[in-house]
Structures are given as C-alpha cells and as structure tokens.
C-alpha cells in the first residue's frame, strides 16, 4: 500500500507543470516577430526619432520575449507611425515664462498576431518628458526622444504581450 501511495505521488509530481514567467510576457505559439520602421508623420518629427523609437521597440520585444526577429511577416507584427511629436510650455513662473518645456510623442500602432487573429489590435499612446526651457530643443531631443521611446515600448509591448 505504501508503494502504491508512493508510486502516485511520483506520478502525480511528474505531471505537474508551472511555467513562470518574470517579464509578464505571452507570445503563445508565437516564434517570430517583425517591426516595420514607424515613420515619422508627425511635423516635427524627425527621422531620427522615428529610427530610434523603431529600434528601441525591437530591442525591448527581444530582450522581454523569446521571439526571434524576422525582417518581415512574423507571427507577431508591429507596425504604425509616430502622429504627434509636440513641444509645449509647462510650469508657468510669475513673469509668465515657462521654467519647462515638454516634448509628448505620441505612437500609432497597429499589432498583428498571425496565428490569434482576434488578439489583432489598432491603438494609440502617448508619453512625454520634461526639459528646461532655458535648453534648446535640439541639445536634449537624443536624450528625451530616447526616453519617451523606452516609456512607449513598454507601454506597446504591456498591450500587446504583456497580459495587461
């Protein structure tokens, strides 16, 4: 009787599966992914951005999934473009200056998931960061472009992949 008892202990362990994940990350069935290069829509967009805020989404889907990359046609496919790329004053002092300026990009994207189709999404976001308004646009744009870029991959992937 002991063995027996034994014997489905050994069965019922071997059985048992957990899968853990620590990025939050569900590809599925999913071994590929293509990102097309987001073009730059926005008027003041530049290429650059566009070329950076691409790259960053395809480093961050790499480092956070399994996915492989493909050039084209993926199981999972990411595609849009940057539609708003704006500079505003913020933080009004006294003499009715700004003591800060923000820069907000805003992505469109479109997610295709080839093998769940009815988990294909179109959606928007928007992420900005703050400079002081003393600096000129063009001796911090590298820097926040590559900031906000980090905030909206994570934010495209949490969407998409992320379970969220």
Do not use: H
């Not at 646009?137 to 905030?151: D, G, P």
């Amino acid at each position: 009787m002991r063995k027996l008892a034994l014997l489905l202990v050994v069965v019922l362990a071997a059985s048992c599966r957990v899968n853990y994940s620590f990025t939050g990350g569900d590809p599925g069935n999913a071994k590929t992914m293509s990102v097309e290069l987001f073009q730059a829509r926005a008027p003041l967009a530049t290429p650059n951005s566009a070329q950076v805020f691409t790259e960053t989404v395809r480093d961050l889907l790499l480092a956070q999934t399994p996915l492989k990359l493909a050039r084209e046609n993926g199981d999972v496919q990411y595609s849009g473009s940057i539609s708003g790329y704006d500079v505003q004053p913020v933080n009004i002092q006294a003499n009715e200056t700004a003591a800060l300026n923000r820069l907000t990009i805003t992505v469109s994207v479109v997610y295709l998931n080839t093998l769940e189709p009815k988990k294909n999404t179109e959606f928007t976001v928007a992420r900005f960061a703050d400079y002081n308004s003393a600096q000129d646009l063009t001796t911090v744009e590298e820097q926040l472009v590559t900031e906000i870029s980090k905030q909206l991959a994570q934010d495209i992937f949490d969407r998409t992949l992320g379970n969220w």
